[in-house]
């Protein structure tokens, strides 16, 4: 069992940054690979970043702006997020992968309560 709390959400200008953080809880947080996904009112569930055994995925519109990390001493997990966009504006939710495919939100079956991120142009 694993519980995820992310925060560092806010209202930010275009341009700006902000870093997000995901808090776990429970033993076996370390073997989990884990996501961040995003979702805007009336659209699926959008991958942003996934990290696995120290590897690193993003979706192609946050590629060169956006870092994920994790730091498995203090159960906790990062987005870094530069260079930010109106259309980055979204609720931002850490998860946590027991499928096959880091993309797919069906594959993650741990997910925090979400942190809004707001982007002003």
């Known amino acids: 069992q694993v519980q995820l709390v992310e925060s560092g959400g806010g209202l930010v200008q275009a341009g700006g940054s902000l870093r997000l953080s995901c808090a776990a809880s429970?033993?076996?947080?370390?073997?989990?690979?884990m996501g961040w996904f995003r979702q805007t009112p009336g659209k699926e569930r959008e991958f942003v970043a996934a990290w696995s055994g120290g590897s690193t995925r993003y979706a192609d519109s946050v590629k060169g702006r956006f870092t994920i990390s994790r730091d498995n001493a203090k159960n906790t997990v990062y987005l870094q997020m530069n260079g930010l966009k109106s259309e980055d504006t979204a609720v931002y939710y850490c998860a946590a992968r027991n499928g096959n495919y880091y993309f797919r939100s069906s594959d993650y079956h741990y997910w925090g309560q979400g942190t809004q991120v707001t982007v002003s142009s």
């Open positions: 429970g033993r076996t947080f370390s073997s989990y690979p």
